[in-house]
């Protein structure tokens, strides 16, 4: 059945219908909300997401009319509260409430859809509840492969745990059930298909629109401006802007109708992170200690000179080869807290970090603002890409990548980034990018413009129309079909 056109119906009058199923924080999982866009705006289906609460997700799903969320109440986090004798017992019990509560809302509190499309992992419970309940209402089941569940939880537990074999029992076992399977990297395709026997189609993330450099006039207005006096968790709250006048930011400045980069501005430095520990977040704080020497070394500088007296010094107009750095890391996750007292901790004068949380809206405003991002996603399975990196690369955001197996068929070493394997080589590349900003750093700016050619050639609709739609079209048809002569009958 063609899903071209507007508001398509089938014979009994009812559109097409899909569910979408994340057993996690919706506002935190960008690609199945692209997947909802794309259910609703390309394959004219109504659509139903079911998930967790928590973050607020994009305004355009809030805003789309076809698409409708679903809000499961989450598992409480607070295990170490309870007696050390009920915690295993918890961790059984989580699953299976999670799988009840999962059956009751894809078979009873949303209409019947004609496909499910499931976010993989977790695993256990989702990839269980989700094939019984494409059994009971008669509809295809569709597995998008981010990542390995075992293998998640195998940082945890260690690989060789008898949980985690059972884990992946369950995964290999259900993921076999599936009607078709999407995945993120072709390393991982070859994976599914090798050592599975499962064929996935390779739908590469890719930036929606919304994701895009951010003009000038926003930076100073919607994103510059708070940022001084928020989250700060770092020494150094003068480097970054306490004595800014009225019509002036930490970037930027205003006279008259027009406004201006400052030349002696701060380099902007994005990190997102989970805080989890597949992201060593130890690295970037290693390598933001090590330039903040390196620079103090290449000038020369008394390690007794007092941080006000740098920052005095730039405000009155003198130029350094090597500018400050602000680090901007947003997400939420377990190791935050953790960091963040290690973060207070260091001693930098031309370096200072800021934490914050922003809202899905504001968060590409960020990403279309800063000068270089910085990624520290090392896999735990090896096979997939971080998404973090195409939203950067969105918004013609050069990045440094930590280097893993497959990061390549997404990172192009010296076209659109650069590779580490460790802080010293992460230090390396900050003090060769950074030299000369913001005017004189030839090696950033070719990065930038290898980053713009890259983010313009691709978007998400484009991708999900020429990988995605065929195959869930002919995942649906089936049903589509039987529908329709039921109809006739």
Partial sequence: MDFDGKNKEKKGGRRGRACVVVLGDIGRSPRMQYHALSLANQASLEVDIVANGGSEPHTALLANPSIHIHTMKQWPTARQSLPKILQPIMLLLKPLVQFFMLLWFLCVKIPSPDIFIVQN??????????????????????????????????????????????????????????????????????????????NATVLYDQPPDFFHPTSLEERHKDFCQPLGVRDCVSNGTSLMGSHLLQNETLFTTEVGSNIYLKPNRPALVVSSTSWTPDEDFGILLEAALMYDRRVAAILNEDDSIDEEVIRKEISDGKQCLYPRLLFI????????????????????????????????????????????????????????????????????????????????????????????SSSSELADELLMLFKGFPDECDSLKVLKNGTLETGSSARWATEWEEHAKPLITEAINPILTYVFYAALA
């Fill in 329 to 420: 890391i947003t997400g939420k996750g377990p190791e935050k807290e953790n960091y963040e007292a290690k973060i207070k901790k260091l001693k930098l004068k031309r370096v200072a970090f800021r934490t914050m949380w922003l809202a899905a809206d504001d968060y590409p405003l960020l990403l279309g603002s800063a000068d270089l991002g910085v990624c520290l996603h090392t896999s735990s399975s090896g096979l997939d890409l971080p998404m973090k990196v195409v939203d950067m690369f969105g918004c013609g955001l050069p990045v440094c990548a930590v280097s893993y197996s497959c990061i390549k068929e997404l990172v192009k070493v010296d076209k659109n980034g650069l590779l580490f």
């Fill in 121 to 198: 992992p977790p695993s256990v419970p989702t990839l269980v509840a989700v094939k019984w309940a494409s059994w009971l209402r008669n509809s295809s089941f569709v597995i998008d492969w981010h990542n390995f569940g075992y293998t998640l939880l195998g940082l945890s537990l260690g690989r060789n745990s008898h949980f985690v074999s059972l884990y992946k029992w369950f995964e290999k076992r259900y993921g076999k059930m599936a009607d078709a399977s999407l995945c993120v990297t072709k390393a991982m395709q070859h994976e599914l298909a090798q050592n599975w026997g499962i």
